[in-house]
Structures are given as structure tokens and as C-alpha cells.
């Protein structure tokens, strides 16, 4: 079990609507990244957050927007959903310099 | 877009016996890691292996890189029915942040009891 957190567990949301995800990172880390993993795939790159500026993006459209809070704790936001948002989300924290992530147990969204 | 392919794709094996998962990736790294995953949940960090090493052991697991063939493969020795989760490869590229991961698809593996 890693220190990392990450709250719902499970969303269900429709088509069109807007969702904020949450994590809260583990103790002494200062930097957060957010994966996407469809079923059956290896996650996939978002974005990362480091001193609460985006420092890093993969290839997703801007709808997917984030923030890091002074307490290294980190939001995820996705706008207009679309059925293929449908995944697992994962948060994961580390520090500066170190080359280990580690990760959160996930929050899967379903968009019907 | 996937960095790495892993091979097999699902492996099934007795309890006791070893376990071989490969990973191919396509350009060049700054190190490779491998994770676990336990049922869809998060993903717990094995293993890292920078590219200027060949070999690396933590407790049952062995990991090798061979940067010429872009390739590495994990090797877990005695499984234990709680091994039976998906083994993912990743790879981070020189100058990238250590926190943009690229990952394969995995490795299913199964160890019956």
C-alpha cells in the first residue's frame, strides 16, 4: 500500500457532463501525475503537475485539465465526457530528482 | 500511443515454477520499470533498470535490459498464487520527466495453487 489517495472509488456519469476526480499525495512529495488506463490497456500519460503548474502533457485534448493544491494534493478535472472517457484513473506521486512513482489505488469513471 | 509490447500477453503457471514476461519498446530510454497490477487497481512499482545496466535482482524477481535489441524481460522465480496479477513495462525517454511513463499493455499472469 502506497501513502496515495484517491477519492470516489467509482463515478458513473452521462455523456456531456463534467467530473472532478481527487488525489491526495503521499507524504513528502511535491509532484502529481494522472494516468488513463481503458480496460485492458496500460495507462496512458495525462498531464503532471509540479509547484501547482502543469510541467508535463501526453496527447489529450485540452478538456482534461488539472490542478495541485500547496498541499500537493491534485484535482482532475474532464469536461463535456465522452463515452470513451469511460476508464480507470490513476494519480501517482514522487519527488523531484527520484525516479520512483507511486501510485493510487485508481477511481473508475463509467459515462453512459 | 504504447511504448512497449509485452509478450505473452497472458501466462498461466503452477505454483513453484518460474515466470518470464518480455517487453519490446521502440525508441531509446532513460531507464525501464515494471510494475504490478492487482485486479484493475493501482499499480505497485517493482523494479527499475537505467539504460546503462544489464541485469538487476530485487528479492524473486530478475530483470535484464538489452538496449541493443530494445528489450527486457522479467523473470520471477518460486511464484506464489499471490503473484497472479498484470506485470506492465515502462519506459521513461532521456530528458523526460521520471514522471512521464510510457506503458505497454501487460502481462496477465496467472499462478494456480
Known amino acids: 500500500e502506497t501513502g496515495v489517495t484517491q477519492s470516489p472509488t467509482h463515478l458513473i456519469k452521462t455523456r456531456g457532463q463534467q467530473v472532478t476526480l481527487r488525489c491526495s499525495s503521499q507524504?513528502?512529495?511535491?509532484?502529481v501525475s494522472w494516468y488513463q488506463q481503458a480496460l485492458g490497456q496500460g495507462p496512458q500519460f495525462i498531464f503532471q503537475?509540479?509547484?501547482?503548474?502543469?510541467?508535463g502533457r501526453g496527447n489529450f485534448p485540452p478538456r482534461f485539465s488539472g490542478l495541485q493544491f500547496p498541499n500537493y494534493s491534485s484535482e482532475l478535472n474532464v469536461n463535456a465526457l465522452e463515452l470513451d472517457d469511460s476508464a480507470l484513473y490513476l494519480c501517482?506521486?514522487?519527488?523531484?530528482?527520484?525516479?520512483?512513482?507511486?501510485f493510487g489505488p485508481g477511481t473508475r469513471l463509467t459515462v453512459l | 500511443s504504447q511504448q512497449g509490447e509485452e509478450d505473452p500477453q497472458a501466462l498461466s503457471i503452477q505454483e513453484g515454477e518460474n515466470a518470464t514476461m518480455n517487453c519490446s519498446y521502440k525508441?531509446?530510454?532513460?531507464?525501464l520499470q515494471w510494475y504490478r497490477q492487482n485486479s484493475g487497481r493501482g499499480l505497485v512499482h517493482l523494479i527499475l533498470?537505467?539504460?546503462?545496466?544489464r541485469e538487476k535482482h530485487s528479492g524473486r524477481l530478475r530483470v535484464t535490459l538489452d538496449t541493443s535489441k530494445k528489450s527486457s524481460s522479467l523473470l520471477i522465480t518460486a511464484s506464489r498464487a499471490a503473484d497472479t496479477a498484470s506485470y506492465f513495462c515502462?519506459?521513461?525517454?532521456?530528458?523526460?520527466?521520471?514522471?512521464?511513463?510510457?506503458f505497454g499493455k501487460g502481462t496477465k499472469l496467472s499462478v494456480i495453487p
Open positions: 501517482a506521486s514522487g519527488r523531484v530528482g527520484t525516479d520512483t512513482q507511486y
Open positions: 507524504s513528502g512529495h511535491n509532484t
Open positions: 503537475y509540479y509547484r501547482e503548474e502543469e510541467n
Open positions: 525508441t531509446s530510454i532513460n531507464n
Open positions: 533498470i537505467r539504460s546503462n545496466e
Open positions: 515502462a519506459t521513461v525517454a532521456p530528458g523526460a520527466g521520471s514522471y512521464q511513463l510510457t
